[in-house]
Protein backbone atom coordinates (compact mmCIF):
# COMPACT_ATOMS: atom_id res chain seq x y z
CA UNK A 1 0.00 0.00 0.00
CA UNK A 2 2.63 2.83 0.58
CA UNK A 3 4.36 1.50 -2.76
CA UNK A 4 1.20 2.09 -4.48
CA UNK A 5 0.28 5.62 -2.61
CA UNK A 6 4.06 6.60 -2.96
CA UNK A 7 3.08 5.88 -6.86
CA UNK A 8 0.30 8.01 -6.82
CA UNK A 9 2.03 11.29 -5.18
CA UNK A 10 4.59 10.60 -7.92
CA UNK A 11 2.10 10.33 -10.60
CA UNK A 12 0.42 14.03 -9.15
CA UNK A 13 3.60 15.50 -8.59
CA UNK A 14 4.35 15.45 -12.25
CA UNK A 15 1.08 16.23 -13.39
CA UNK A 16 1.68 19.40 -11.21
CA UNK A 17 4.88 19.95 -12.51
CA UNK A 18 3.08 19.75 -16.42
CA UNK A 19 0.93 21.70 -15.29
CA UNK A 20 3.01 24.75 -13.81
CA UNK A 21 4.94 24.27 -17.62
CA UNK A 22 1.65 24.94 -19.25
CA UNK A 23 1.13 27.58 -17.59
CA UNK A 24 4.75 28.91 -18.29
CA UNK A 25 4.09 28.28 -21.88
CA UNK A 26 0.72 29.77 -22.51
CA UNK A 27 1.87 33.23 -20.90
CA UNK A 28 5.19 32.88 -23.24
CA UNK A 29 2.62 32.33 -26.39
CA UNK A 30 1.08 35.38 -24.67
CA UNK A 31 4.00 37.33 -24.75
CA UNK A 32 5.18 36.56 -28.19
CA UNK A 33 1.81 37.29 -29.81
CA UNK A 34 1.47 40.86 -27.81
CA UNK A 35 5.06 41.68 -29.10
CA UNK A 36 4.10 40.96 -32.61
CA UNK A 37 1.53 43.30 -32.40
CA UNK A 38 3.53 45.74 -30.94
CA UNK A 39 5.70 45.34 -33.59
CA UNK A 40 3.37 45.31 -36.06
CA UNK A 41 1.81 49.12 -34.34
CA UNK A 42 5.10 50.40 -34.50
CA UNK A 43 5.83 50.00 -37.93
CA UNK A 44 2.53 51.52 -39.05
CA UNK A 45 3.36 54.06 -36.96
CA UNK A 46 6.68 54.34 -38.69
CA UNK A 47 5.20 54.50 -42.07
CA UNK A 48 2.71 57.56 -40.93
CA UNK A 49 4.88 59.52 -39.00
CA UNK A 50 6.82 59.20 -43.19
CA UNK A 51 10.08 57.47 -40.98
CA UNK A 52 9.94 54.04 -43.41
CA UNK A 53 11.86 53.62 -46.28
CA UNK A 54 8.09 52.57 -47.50
CA UNK A 55 6.60 55.56 -48.20
CA UNK A 56 6.60 54.93 -51.97
CA UNK A 57 4.89 51.69 -51.43
CA UNK A 58 2.27 53.19 -48.80
CA UNK A 59 1.19 56.06 -51.08
CA UNK A 60 0.65 53.29 -53.65
CA UNK A 61 -1.65 51.54 -51.60
CA UNK A 62 -2.75 54.12 -48.54
CA UNK A 63 -5.74 51.96 -47.21
CA UNK A 64 -4.54 48.41 -48.07
CA UNK A 65 -7.11 47.78 -50.67
CA UNK A 66 -7.35 44.16 -51.49
CA UNK A 67 -7.39 43.35 -48.45
CA UNK A 68 -3.81 43.63 -47.87
CA UNK A 69 -2.36 46.06 -44.53
CA UNK A 70 -0.18 48.75 -46.27
CA UNK A 71 2.24 48.14 -43.67
CA UNK A 72 2.15 45.88 -40.92
CA UNK A 73 -0.53 43.07 -39.64
CA UNK A 74 -3.86 43.79 -41.34
CA UNK A 75 -6.38 44.66 -39.32
CA UNK A 76 -8.63 41.76 -39.75
CA UNK A 77 -5.45 39.36 -38.11
CA UNK A 78 -4.62 42.15 -35.42
CA UNK A 79 -8.41 41.47 -34.32
CA UNK A 80 -7.30 37.43 -34.04
CA UNK A 81 -4.40 37.95 -32.28
CA UNK A 82 -6.07 40.06 -30.27
CA UNK A 83 -8.97 37.48 -29.58
CA UNK A 84 -6.56 34.53 -29.62
CA UNK A 85 -4.64 36.80 -26.59
CA UNK A 86 -8.25 36.86 -24.58
CA UNK A 87 -8.54 33.18 -24.89
CA UNK A 88 -4.97 32.18 -24.12
CA UNK A 89 -5.26 35.33 -20.60
CA UNK A 90 -8.86 33.73 -19.93
CA UNK A 91 -7.78 30.11 -20.20
CA UNK A 92 -4.71 30.53 -18.02
CA UNK A 93 -7.08 32.45 -15.48
CA UNK A 94 -9.82 29.58 -15.43
CA UNK A 95 -6.57 27.46 -14.34
CA UNK A 96 -5.39 29.34 -11.53
CA UNK A 97 -8.88 30.45 -9.73
CA UNK A 98 -9.43 26.42 -9.66
CA UNK A 99 -8.48 25.27 -6.26
CA UNK A 100 -4.78 24.34 -6.57
CA UNK A 101 -4.28 20.61 -4.29
CA UNK A 102 -0.53 20.00 -3.48
CA UNK A 103 0.54 17.08 -1.68
CA UNK A 104 4.16 17.46 -0.06
CA UNK A 105 7.04 16.87 -2.50
CA UNK A 106 8.59 13.67 -2.77
CA UNK A 107 11.81 13.11 -1.45
CA UNK A 108 14.95 11.81 -4.03
CA UNK A 109 14.52 8.32 -2.53
CA UNK A 110 10.63 8.36 -2.51
CA UNK A 111 11.12 9.27 -5.87
CA UNK A 112 13.31 6.55 -6.98
CA UNK A 113 10.94 4.40 -5.49
CA UNK A 114 7.61 5.94 -7.21
CA UNK A 115 9.82 5.85 -10.49
CA UNK A 116 10.38 2.40 -10.06
CA UNK A 117 7.25 1.03 -8.78
CA UNK A 118 5.23 2.64 -11.81
CA UNK A 119 7.79 1.19 -13.90
CA UNK A 120 6.97 -2.56 -12.49
CA UNK A 121 3.24 -1.71 -13.03
CA UNK A 122 3.54 -0.44 -16.45
CA UNK A 123 5.55 -3.63 -17.25
CA UNK A 124 3.27 -5.70 -15.43
CA UNK A 125 0.43 -4.19 -17.59
CA UNK A 126 2.17 -4.92 -20.77
CA UNK A 127 2.76 -8.26 -19.85
CA UNK A 128 -0.74 -9.19 -18.93
CA UNK A 129 -1.87 -7.64 -22.34
CA UNK A 130 0.53 -9.34 -24.37
CA UNK A 131 -0.62 -13.00 -22.06
CA UNK A 132 -4.07 -12.12 -23.39
CA UNK A 133 -3.35 -11.59 -26.98
CA UNK A 134 -4.20 -14.84 -28.92
CA UNK A 135 -0.65 -14.17 -31.48
CA UNK A 136 1.94 -13.85 -29.02
CA UNK A 137 0.22 -17.12 -27.41
CA UNK A 138 0.95 -19.41 -30.54
CA UNK A 139 4.49 -17.49 -30.69
CA UNK A 140 5.46 -18.11 -27.24
CA UNK A 141 3.79 -22.07 -27.88
CA UNK A 142 6.51 -22.09 -30.91
CA UNK A 143 9.50 -20.73 -29.37
CA UNK A 144 8.72 -23.43 -26.47
CA UNK A 145 8.29 -26.33 -29.10
CA UNK A 146 11.66 -25.26 -30.65
CA UNK A 147 13.54 -25.53 -27.17
CA UNK A 148 11.96 -28.99 -26.47
CA UNK A 149 12.72 -30.54 -29.60
CA UNK A 150 16.43 -29.24 -29.28
CA UNK A 151 15.72 -27.50 -32.77
CA UNK A 152 17.55 -24.19 -31.42
CA UNK A 153 20.24 -22.93 -29.15
CA UNK A 154 18.32 -23.20 -25.40
CA UNK A 155 19.10 -26.36 -23.55
CA UNK A 156 17.84 -29.13 -25.92
CA UNK A 157 20.92 -28.18 -28.15
CA UNK A 158 23.46 -27.37 -25.31
CA UNK A 159 24.30 -31.27 -24.84
CA UNK A 160 25.03 -31.59 -28.55
CA UNK A 161 28.84 -31.43 -30.15
CA UNK A 162 29.65 -27.62 -31.12
CA UNK A 163 29.56 -28.81 -34.59
CA UNK A 164 25.96 -30.16 -34.79
CA UNK A 165 24.84 -27.17 -32.43
CA UNK A 166 26.21 -24.78 -35.18
CA UNK A 167 24.17 -26.36 -37.63
CA UNK A 168 21.52 -26.43 -35.98
CA UNK A 169 21.65 -22.59 -35.84
CA UNK A 170 22.64 -22.14 -39.38
CA UNK A 171 18.96 -24.87 -40.06
CA UNK A 172 17.08 -22.33 -37.87
CA UNK A 173 17.69 -19.31 -39.60
CA UNK A 174 17.46 -20.80 -42.83
CA UNK A 175 14.20 -21.81 -41.88
CA UNK A 176 13.01 -18.21 -41.10
CA UNK A 177 14.82 -17.56 -37.52
CA UNK A 178 11.10 -18.02 -36.08
CA UNK A 179 9.52 -16.07 -38.26
CA UNK A 180 6.29 -17.18 -39.98
CA UNK A 181 6.73 -18.66 -43.64
CA UNK A 182 8.20 -16.56 -45.55
CA UNK A 183 11.15 -15.42 -42.61
CA UNK A 184 11.59 -12.00 -41.71
CA UNK A 185 9.81 -9.31 -43.58
Given amino acids: PDAQ ?3 CRRECQLAQDKEEAL ?5 LVIERYSRA ?4 RAVAAAVAAGACTDAAALAENPRGEGGRSPMGLA ?3 VEKYEARIALLCHTAESLRAEPYVALPRLTPMEQ ?3 W ?6 KTALSASR ?3 NPAV ?8 SRFRRGNSIGEGAAALPEQTRAETVDEFVASGGGYPAGGAQ
Avoid: M, Y
Avoid at 23 to 27: D, K, V, W
Avoid at 37 to 40: I, K, T
Avoid at 137 to 143: I, K, M, Y
Fill in 137 to 144: QGAFASLA
Fill in 75 to 77: PSL
Fill in 23 to 27: LRQIH
Fill in 37 to 40: LEVS
Fill in 5 to 7: KTV
Fill in 130 to 132: LKE
Fill in 116 to 121: ACAGFA
Fill in 112 to 114: AAG
